[in-house]
Structure formats: structure tokens, C-alpha cells
Nanobody, 116 residues
Framework: QVQLVESGGGLVQPGGSLRLSCVASGFPFSRYAMSWYRQAPGKERELVAV????????NYADSVKGRFTISRDNAKNTVYLQMNSLKPEDTAVYYC?????????WGQGTQVTVSS
């Protein structure tokens, strides 16, 4: 079965950095584009970044451009989100997602809190 397991979240001060990881299993990872989303309290889940199958194409939400970098290692079945220059408004639960017909697959999420 498809599994997505995120890790790497935590508490960080404004201006700090974190690297999130999402380890995938149960499907041919290299054949799927992967995405990171986030959901802040009281807000809808929003797309943060997406990466194509071989990693040659990426796209970012305007709010994170220039600060976040999505990457993947197909040999390790892992997608990453490097987050730099973090701001309090980046505080959210971060999820990775694999698209699927009839319903996407989501991880359980990892909490990122940016606070002094």
C-alpha cells in the first residue's frame, strides 16, 4: 500500500532553516510528480511546491519563492523541502502528496513552528 512519511519539522526561530523529508513506499516513486502542501490553523491547505518525476521541473507558491527548495532522490524514494529564511507565517503542518486518480495520497504531516 502507498505510504508517505514526513519528518524534519520542529520549532525554529525566525530566519532559521529546516529540511523536511518525505519517504515514500508502496509505489514506483520515480514515476510520480510529488508535492508539498501546508495547512495553518484556521486556514485551507495550500500548495507549497511541486517537483516533476526526474526533478527537472519545479514550481513554488509565490509566498515561498526564493526561500524554499524542493528536491528528490529517486534512489531513496524521498522528496525534500529545504526551508530557509523562515517566517512566523510559515508556521503550519506540512504534508507531502502523491497524485492519484480518484483520490490523492497524503502523509500524516509534520509540524513546523516558527517563533521566537
Amino acid at each position: 500500500q502507498v505510504q508517505l512519511v514526513e519528518s524534519g519539522g520542529g520549532l525554529v526561530q525566525p530566519g532559521g532553516s529546516l529540511r523536511l523529508s518525505c519517504v515514500a513506499s508502496g509505489f514506483p516513486f520515480s514515476r510520480y510528480a510529488m508535492s508539498w502542501y501546508r495547512q495553518a490553523p484556521g486556514k485551507e491547505r495550500e500548495l507549497v511546491a511541486v517537483i516533476t518525476t526526474l526533478g527537472g521541473g519545479t514550481n513554488y507558491a509565490d509566498s515561498v519563492k526564493g526561500r524554499f527548495t524542493i528536491s528528490r532522490d529517486n534512489a531513496k524514494n524521498t522528496v525534500y523541502l529545504q526551508m530557509n529564511s523562515l517566517k512566523p507565517e510559515d508556521t503550519a503542518v506540512y504534508y507531502c502528496k502523491r497524485p492519484a486518480t480518484g483520490g490523492d495520497y497524503w502523509g500524516q504531516g509534520t509540524q513546523v513552528t516558527v517563533s521566537s
